[in-house]
């Protein structure tokens, strides 16, 4: 079964400073979709960033890019120019193949809490 | 995201209750899903269905109870709450070029 582990329960980062969120996935699969989903204070679970392991290029979302390492099943988050608003809890998430038979769910990390200093 | 919501956004009930907690989706999206978040749990997935008629258990579906007679709603029954089933109760439903998940505003249950 695929695993999905958030080894930093808390990060902290100076505003305009650079994070990395840390996030590993164990899997026998060769082709899968990865995500990091960002829940502020409101807790709304947002989608950040997707990256579908078949693409070697890392994912970029404005200020939010990703360090993809198939080899490695390692997938970090790097914010950039951290803003205040960033300061969340942020989940990293597995999904299979869609011609897998689980194709649908989502595996879950246990979430990293960052937070943001002015 | 507007085409999602649940009701009721808070619910505090007693041991043994039988309680509901709704989602609706204002699409037409096939796939729905149930998750609660706990601390130290992340996310973890109670329920899904695939279509109107058609579900099925998630990783923690024990306590639970799930219906789909129509596509855009997928109500959750807790049949006889426990403490335990105190958490933050999530509803997805899958969209996009991906099929990524999106989510409701949550449920916070607690049950005393």
């Known amino acids: 079964a695929q695993t999905v582990t958030q080894s930093q329960p808390e990060m902290s980062v100076q505003e305009a400073e650079t994070v990395t969120l840390s996030c590993t996935y164990d899997t026998s699969e060769s082709d899968y979709y990865l995500f990091w989903y960002k829940q502020p204070p409101s807790r709304q679970m947002i989608l950040v960033i997707r990256q579908e392991a078949y693409k070697q290029q890392n994912a970029t979302e404005n200020r939010f890019s990703v360090n993809f390492q198939k080899a490695a099943k390692s997938f970090s988050l790097k914010i950039s120019d951290s803003q205040l608003g960033d300061a969340a809890m942020y989940f990293c998430?597995?999904?299979?193949?869609?011609?897998?038979?689980?194709?649908?769910?989502?595996?879950f990390g246990t979430g990293t809490r960052l937070q943001v200093f002015p | 995201d507007a085409g999602i919501t649940q009701s009721p956004r808070y619910k505090i009930t007693e041991t043994g209750r039988q309680v509901t907690l709704m989602c609706h989706q204002t699409?037409?999206?096939?796939?729905m899903f149930w998750y609660r978040q706990d601390l130290g749990h992340g996310l973890r997935l109670i329920y899904y269905?695939?279509?109107?008629?058609?579900?099925d258990k998630g990783e923690v579906p024990d306590g639970y109870v799930v219906s789909r007679s129509k596509t855009e709603n997928f109500p959750l029954t807790l049949e006889s709450a426990t403490r335990s089933q105190t958490s933050v109760y999530f509803c997805?439903?899958?969209?996009?070029?991906?099929?990524?998940?999106?989510f409701g505003p949550g449920t916070r249950l607690t049950v005393t």
């Open positions: 998430a597995y999904r299979s193949p869609l011609t897998s038979y689980n194709t649908d769910k989502l595996i």
């Open positions: 699409w037409s999206h096939s796939y």
């Open positions: 269905s695939a279509a109107a008629d058609i579900t």
């Open positions: 997805a439903i899958n969209r996009g070029p991906s099929y990524e998940q999106y």
